[in-house]
């Protein structure tokens, strides 16, 4: 027989489903799909001829002098929020004077000609692109590294032998001059910022030193422990970031203590990087103090800014964070 002669009745198989056609977990309601078919109108960019006037009070008050001084009063990072609010903010932050007022200052030991050559040659003639992709030292904030080591305790009762994880930190904060501060402590980020500035006391154990940035984002960096014998410490570090432009971390590449000569030291007029610029990595001016290099406590560097000292993760006890990830 064909299968046309075939015909079975379901009606009372999908009629036996009826009762579940009013239950809420099956038929769920979707508003989104009323939207189907309907094309909305794009909006229009801010300052064209078709756009609509902005009823925003601010707008309204504030004329767009007063809305570019203020935001030239503004950190860069601050320009980055404020380009958030709303449409008008986006394209008024986008101000090529606001970026070029930044990028002079942060980069004022190169000199303002040859920033200048450098954004037409290297950045379009952007401000705004030197300052997301050039290399750069966050001066707004403290650069944080966390170490953590295991440290045997006395045996007792000749069975148990204490275990103790030992946490201190190193602190790096840096000057557009060239000038940067450090301080090795077991404190917490929340109090040792208190004291991370130029007019540090003996006692807060700040020291200060010279650093210079390359163009490929290493630093240089030089310090000098004042004391019976003077110590030199060289550090070579490379700046990079978790996303474009953030440049919140610090890698370690090196760290060297070296002795210096005292007569060398006194009759020297310049900074004290430049006086062991051509030394070797090996080299020391004093037979008392031999040149070492560290291998321990190179965690990169965190960059915490001020204004999140007290509340960084960077604060928790060993407690609750034997170990910190930098990322």
């Known amino acids: ?53 902005d009823l925003a009070l601010i707008h309204q008050c504030l004329p767009d002098e007063l809305l570019i001084e203020i935001f030239g009063r503004m950190s860069p990072y601050t320009l980055g929020r ?20 930044a990028c002079l200052k942060t980069w004022q030991r ?43 305790g006395i045996t007792e009762w000749q ?27 077991p404190q917490k980020v929340k109090d040792v910022v208190k004291c991370m500035h130029l007019r540090a006391s003996k006692g807060d154990s700040v020291f200060k030193g010279d650093y210079t940035l390359s163009g490929d984002g290493q630093i240089e960096m030089a310090l000098l422990y004042p004391g019976h014998r003077y110590t030199l410490v060289r550090m070579r570090l490379r700046v990079r970031g978790t996303t474009i432009g953030a440049n919140n971390r610090l890698d370690v590449l090196k760290i060297l203590t070296t002795g210096v000569n005292g007569t060398e030291l006194g009759n020297w007029k310049g900074n004290i990087l430049e006086l062991v610029e051509d030394w070797e990595e090996n080299e020391t001016h004093d037979p ?12 990169p560097f965190v960059f915490v800014p001020f204004e999140e000292a007290d509340t960084s993760v960077l604060n928790l006890p060993v407690e609750k964070m034997d170990y910190f990830v930098p990322g």
Request: glycine letters at 4%; one cysteine or more; a positive charge.
């Open 159 to 185: 069975f148990k032998k204490t275990v103790n994880v030992v946490c201190y930190y190193r602190y790096l904060r840096f000057f557009p001059t060239g000038k940067f501060l450090y301080k090795i402590s």
């Open 1 to 53: 027989s064909s299968h046309a002669d075939i015909s079975i009745d379901i009606r009372p198989e999908f009629n036996s489903f009826d009762h579940l056609r009013s239950t809420g977990y099956i038929s769920t309601d979707r508003p989104w799909l009323k939207l189907y078919g309907i094309r909305v109108p794009p909006v229009s960019p801010f300052n064209s001829l078709t756009s609509t006037p």
């Open 110 to 152: 190169n000199g303002i000609e040859a920033n200048f050559r450098m954004v037409q040659s290297l950045y379009d003639s952007s401000w705004r692109k030197m300052w997301v992709q050039r290399p750069r030292i966050r001066i707004d904030g403290l650069y944080v590294s966390r170490n953590t080591y295991i440290h045997t």
């Open 82 to 101: 404020a380009a958030c609010v709303c449409r008008k903010w986006k394209y008024t932050t986008r101000n090529p004077t606001l970026w070029r007022n």
């Open 288 to 299: 008392d103090v031999p040149a070492v290099s560290h291998s321990r406590g190179l965690t």
